[in-house]
């Protein structure tokens, strides 16, 4: 199998907040692979912005630090790496004052695609949208990107999205979330809509239930002072976790375009139910030898913040009525994985009588690592003595199916970036969908912060607090085992 790589229309993409970790690890690196594949045509240019004071020489050397760091050595020929950086250069910006904006009017180029990228927190969303209008930057075809978290709450998603529609309209506002840039997670609406396999079996006649599992091996680290105002609720589940379930969950849209997707996503958000109490789970991870426990990371003994959640969710349309959806995130848990798991209901009759192994088929789309797709199937274990059933995998990774070229199947931040250039917004969430999810999200928050809820304490590298399996096994079900 031979992947195309078509080139996107030459650009200018200006990231502000361009010195910064977001822009070293992800998004110069990835931009830096999109060119070794041969996919940014030789007219790109990309202008990094920032407070700091750099000259283009220390701008071009810390990104050939980070590609040296961030990119897979057979990709890093010196001439390529080169090439690349000449492409390069830096501007010295104040994002709340004047200083710079002149210099980067007389920079941009009229006949090529603009973007603006905002690697930098929300408080600059406001100042960076006014600057690009009133220093005559922006156009109505300029696009900008913004990165997550869009807004604390309802309230504030808002405001930003006020601020935002004041300088730019809807068409130009790409708010990123990595997840949907999955090759997986792209793959799952490839098999609902392209497969007549499923889709007849997608819906609450056939599917006893639904798992979503976010784990992640990692604390906290740096991020703290962050976290510790988020949690996992805001961290995961509002965005990254709310867009899986609406992908496994939505309507077909009538086409693959970027509104028609989005309608149907948010069609989903809004029938979602009200969660109980009773329904949700939430933990703090203890510490361990490998390292200090979510209280000591945060330096606040009296957090009430959750670094794991589970919840079960129900969804009130013709589809899905009856059908609970369980999702699982959390930090310091026992393996690094990601996968949605459908699990269809026993057949109605067994000819076979009882059998202890017999299972039902489950379909698993694993999201990280080795992503692929895997569903599970009973057959007859071979050999004599009656009909004895056994399950196994109809196996599919990556990896296998498409041999070496799955090794460079681009990461989230590449496609997405490209998307932007290409002006597709398929894969980007639209404003009325950010807040029909902080919507549903800020009840639920209250209702345990009127409480004064506790996180229950949990074992670092296990899989979460002990009521988060009570919450499945009350309804006579278990979470798929956490495992890498």
């Known amino acids: 199998m031979v992947s195309r790589v078509i080139p996107v229309d030459p650009f200018d993409l200006i990231i502000f907040g361009g010195t910064g970790d977001l822009a070293r690890r992800k998004i110069l690196p990835a931009l830096y692979r999109r060119f070794w594949a041969g996919q940014m045509p030789p007219e790109a240019r990309i202008i990094g912005a920032a407070r700091a004071a750099h000259d283009d020489a220390e701008y071009r050397a810390m990104i050939r630090a980070a590609i040296g760091e961030f990119v897979a050595p057979e990709k890093q020929e010196p001439a390529t790496v080169d090439a690349f950086l000449e492409r390069v250069r830096y501007l010295t910006l104040d994002a709340r004052g004047d200083d710079g904006w002149d210099a980067l009017c007389g920079m941009m ?7 603006f990228y905002f690697s930098v927190g929300p408080g600059l969303f406001g100042d960076l949208a006014e600057r690009l209008h009133r220093h005559g930057i922006a156009d109505a075809e300029s696009r900008i990107v913004v990165e997550k978290p869009f807004g604390h709450d309802l309230q504030s998603a808002r405001a930003l999205n006020a601020t935002l529609a004041q300088h730019f309209n809807e068409h130009q506002i790409y708010r990123i979330d ?14 609902r809509f392209g497969n007549m396999l499923f889709e007849p079996l997608w819906n609450a006649r056939n599917v006893d239930h639904i798992q979503i599992t976010v784990a992640e091996t990692v604390g906290v680290g740096g991020r703290g002072d962050y976290y510790d105002r988020s949690g996992a609720m805001r961290d995961m589940v509002q965005n990254h976790m709310m867009q899986l379930l609406c992908l496994i969950a939505m309507e077909p849209p009538y086409a693959f375009e970027s509104d028609a997707v989005r309608d149907e996503k948010l069609k989903v958000i809004r029938a979602l139910d009200p969660v109980a109490p009773g329904d949700i789970v939430r933990g703090q991870y203890g510490g361990d030898s490998s390292g200090p426990g979510y209280l000591e990371d945060v330096e ?5 913040t959750e670094s ?8 009130s349309n013709w589809r899905w009525k009856g059908t609970p959806f369980y999702l699982r995130t959390g930090k310091r848990m026992r393996a690094r994985t990601s996968e949605i798991a459908i699990v269809f209901k026993d057949p109605p009759h067994s000819i076979f009588g009882v059998q202890e192994r017999q299972k039902a088929n489950v379909l698993v789309i694993r999201l990280q690592p080795n992503e692929g797709i895997n569903l599970r199937v009973t057959i007859k274990e071979p050999g004599p ?3 004895r059933l056994v399950e196994v995998p109809l196996d599919m990774s990556f990896k296998e199916a498409l041999g070496p070229e799955a090794e460079d199947i681009p990461d989230a931040y590449e496609r997405l970036i490209m998307d932007v250039i290409r002006g597709n917004q398929t894969l980007f969430m639209r404003g ?4 029909a999810a902080w919507a549903w999200t800020d009840p639920i928050i209250a209702d345990w912060e009127e409480r004064g809820d506790r996180p229950r304490p949990y074992e670092a590298g296990s899989s979460g607090p002990e009521d988060a399996l009570m919450l499945m096994h009350k309804d006579g079900r278990r979470w798929r085992e956490v495992k890498a």
């Open 109 to 115: 180029r009229k006949g090529v695609v603009q973007a």
């Open 300 to 304: 606040n003994p009296d957090s009430l």
């Open 432 to 435: 009325d969908e950010v807040e």
């Open 385 to 387: 003595g009656g009909m």
């Open 178 to 191: 990595h997840y949907l840039g999955k090759e997986t997670v792209q793959n799952l609406m490839a098999v």
């Open 308 to 315: 794991f959640i589970a919840l079960k969710v129900h969804i």
